[in-house]
Protein backbone atom coordinates (compact mmCIF):
# COMPACT_ATOMS: atom_id res chain seq x y z
CA UNK A 1 0.00 0.00 0.00
CA UNK A 2 1.33 3.52 -0.72
CA UNK A 3 0.39 4.63 2.53
CA UNK A 4 2.36 2.71 4.65
CA UNK A 5 4.52 5.54 5.25
CA UNK A 6 2.08 7.49 6.62
CA UNK A 7 0.28 4.51 8.80
CA UNK A 8 4.10 4.50 10.15
CA UNK A 9 3.50 8.35 11.57
CA UNK A 10 0.69 7.59 12.82
CA UNK A 11 1.97 4.91 14.87
CA UNK A 12 4.75 6.25 16.03
CA UNK A 13 2.73 9.43 17.09
CA UNK A 14 0.25 7.19 19.00
CA UNK A 15 3.38 5.28 21.17
CA UNK A 16 4.53 8.59 22.21
CA UNK A 17 1.69 9.89 23.68
CA UNK A 18 1.74 9.89 27.71
CA UNK A 19 -1.06 7.36 28.88
CA UNK A 20 -1.38 9.51 32.43
CA UNK A 21 -1.67 12.71 30.77
CA UNK A 22 -3.73 15.25 29.36
CA UNK A 23 -5.55 14.01 26.02
CA UNK A 24 -7.43 16.17 23.33
CA UNK A 25 -8.68 13.15 21.58
CA UNK A 26 -10.27 9.53 23.41
CA UNK A 27 -11.90 7.45 20.46
CA UNK A 28 -11.80 4.78 18.65
CA UNK A 29 -11.06 5.43 14.71
CA UNK A 30 -11.68 2.27 12.09
CA UNK A 31 -9.80 3.39 9.04
CA UNK A 32 -11.37 1.92 5.56
CA UNK A 33 -8.35 2.35 3.03
CA UNK A 34 -9.69 1.79 -0.53
CA UNK A 35 -6.00 0.86 -2.55
CA UNK A 36 -5.21 -0.80 -5.93
CA UNK A 37 -5.46 -4.59 -4.06
CA UNK A 38 -8.50 -4.17 -1.87
CA UNK A 39 -9.63 -2.21 1.18
CA UNK A 40 -7.24 -2.46 3.85
CA UNK A 41 -8.73 -2.04 7.75
CA UNK A 42 -6.91 -0.25 10.24
CA UNK A 43 -8.09 0.96 14.01
CA UNK A 44 -6.52 3.95 15.35
CA UNK A 45 -7.64 3.35 19.34
CA UNK A 46 -6.87 6.60 21.26
CA UNK A 47 -8.49 5.39 24.17
CA UNK A 48 -5.88 2.34 24.58
CA UNK A 49 -3.37 4.11 22.89
CA UNK A 50 -3.10 1.22 20.12
CA UNK A 51 -2.69 1.10 16.36
CA UNK A 52 -3.59 -2.20 14.61
CA UNK A 53 -5.18 -3.21 10.85
CA UNK A 54 -8.21 -5.08 11.38
CA UNK A 55 -11.69 -3.70 12.07
CA UNK A 56 -12.91 -2.22 15.51
CA UNK A 57 -15.75 -3.63 17.29
CA UNK A 58 -16.88 -0.12 18.24
CA UNK A 59 -15.86 2.42 17.04
CA UNK A 60 -17.12 5.89 17.58
CA UNK A 61 -15.74 7.05 14.28
CA UNK A 62 -15.49 5.08 10.79
CA UNK A 63 -13.85 6.88 8.18
CA UNK A 64 -13.69 6.04 4.68
CA UNK A 65 -11.14 7.26 1.83
CA UNK A 66 -8.96 6.16 -0.86
CA UNK A 67 -4.80 5.33 -0.40
CA UNK A 68 -4.09 8.51 -2.50
CA UNK A 69 -6.24 10.96 -0.23
CA UNK A 70 -4.71 9.24 3.34
CA UNK A 71 -1.44 9.96 1.59
CA UNK A 72 -2.46 13.86 1.30
CA UNK A 73 -4.03 14.15 4.36
CA UNK A 74 -1.21 12.50 6.28
CA UNK A 75 1.58 14.82 3.96
CA UNK A 76 -0.38 17.98 4.76
CA UNK A 77 -0.93 18.49 1.29
CA UNK A 78 -4.48 19.11 1.71
CA UNK A 79 -6.11 19.66 4.78
CA UNK A 80 -8.76 17.49 6.29
CA UNK A 81 -11.55 20.39 6.22
CA UNK A 82 -10.91 20.33 2.44
CA UNK A 83 -10.70 16.44 2.08
CA UNK A 84 -14.23 16.35 3.58
CA UNK A 85 -16.07 19.24 1.82
CA UNK A 86 -14.31 17.59 -1.68
CA UNK A 87 -16.07 14.19 -0.98
CA UNK A 88 -12.72 12.59 -0.49
CA UNK A 89 -13.43 11.85 2.95
CA UNK A 90 -16.70 9.98 4.13
CA UNK A 91 -17.12 9.83 7.96
CA UNK A 92 -20.13 8.17 10.28
CA UNK A 93 -20.00 8.46 13.74
CA UNK A 94 -19.09 11.20 16.53
CA UNK A 95 -19.16 14.60 14.20
CA UNK A 96 -17.70 15.93 17.55
CA UNK A 97 -14.71 13.27 17.84
CA UNK A 98 -13.89 13.74 14.52
CA UNK A 99 -13.76 17.00 14.61
CA UNK A 100 -11.73 16.75 17.95
CA UNK A 101 -9.15 14.16 15.83
CA UNK A 102 -9.14 17.11 12.97
CA UNK A 103 -8.03 19.72 15.43
CA UNK A 104 -5.61 17.59 17.31
CA UNK A 105 -3.91 16.87 13.66
Do not use: W
Not at 50 to 77: C, H, P, S, W
Amino acid sequence: MKCDAVIEKIKARVAGIDANGPRKVLGVFQLNIEAADGVHELVVDLKDLKVYDGKAAGADVVINLKDEDFIAVGTKAISVHDAVGQGKIKMTGDEALFQALVDAI
